[in-house]
């Protein structure tokens, strides 16, 4: 068995840029949050909007959309 001396490459992720705006009290208490949990706002973000950013990248699930008339009350 011959061993093969070169490693697959990885594939290359894109990245996109997303801003948001936040007031100087939301910014320090994002701030304060992230020191007191020993993390950085990105990381806190990302895994705030982990559960709406996977999976839905081909096709979002009919359970998922709202008719005009319809109220999201208790979720």
């Known amino acids: 068995m011959a061993v093969s001396s070169r490693k697959k490459r990885k ?3 894109k990245y996109r840029t997303v801003t948001i705006k936040l007031s100087d ?3 320090k208490s994002l ?3 992230c020191k ?8 806190l973000i990302k895994k705030s909007i982990k559960r709406f950013t996977t999976g839905f990248d081909k096709k979002v699930p009919k ?4 008719t005009e008339n319809q109220l ?4």
């Open 11 to 13: 594939r290359k992720i």
């Open 25 to 27: 009290k939301q910014k």
């Open 72 to 75: 999201d009350l208790f979720e």
């Open 31 to 33: 701030v304060n949050y």
């Open 36 to 43: 007191a949990r020993k993390t950085t706002p990105n990381k």
């Open 63 to 66: 359970e998922f959309f709202t």
